[in-house]
């Protein structure tokens, strides 16, 4: 008897917990929610531009790059790259690095980071980033690339461009 009753406690106390809260869906933003974004840009040494009759500046030929943006729970996945992660391996010179990637949602703008690091003197090698701004269905994309004392910006790997949303 007292299973019983416990059993009818848990399932009403349940029932009326669900019940009371209210449906809030359409106030939860679209960015907290799984999503699929592709994305697409010309890039690479070859890109030619045009301005348009509206005044816009559009690229008309250079290589197209496309990507995949993909939320499943708390991952993100790029082009099939699981952010956050992180591993630790050795390069051609025996040193050892590590590869921390990172998101971080905020106000409609998802950043993805992808940190390579030297263990050996805690310098960093690589950072390359993906901000995608799930409202406008945006892009920029970019490396930056640390040597010795000098930081450089890789411009052929510098990007920017539109997605869409999918179902």
């Avoid at 029932?15 to 809260?21: A, R």
């Avoid at 943006?69 to 956050?84: M, R």
């Avoid at 995608?132 to 990007?159: C, D, T």
């Amino acid at each position: 008897m007292i299973k019983k009753n416990f059993f009818f406690f848990l399932f009403f106390s349940n029932f009326i917990l669900s019940s009371s809260s209210l449906d809030t869906s359409s106030e939860i933003d679209s960015y907290f929610i799984d999503f699929t974004f592709k994305c697409g840009c010309r890039e690479g040494l070859f890109k030619s531009f045009e301005i348009g009759r509206s005044g816009n500046v559009k690229c008309k030929s250079g290589l197209y790059k496309s990507y995949q943006i993909i939320k499943k729970g708390s991952n993100y996945f790029l082009n099939g790259d699981k952010y956050p992660s992180f591993e630790e391996s050795f390069n051609g010179a025996n040193i050892k690095l590590s590869e921390t990637k990172t998101a971080v949602e905020n106000n409609g703008i998802l950043k993805l980071r992808h940190e390579t690091k030297s263990l050996y003197d805690e310098s960093y090698k690589e950072i390359k980033y993906f901000n995608l701004n799930v409202n406008e269905k945006s892009f920029e994309k970019g490396i930056e690339i640390h040597s010795e004392e000098k930081i450089s910006s890789n411009w052929l790997g510098n990007s920017s461009g539109k997605c869409k949303k999918e179902a």
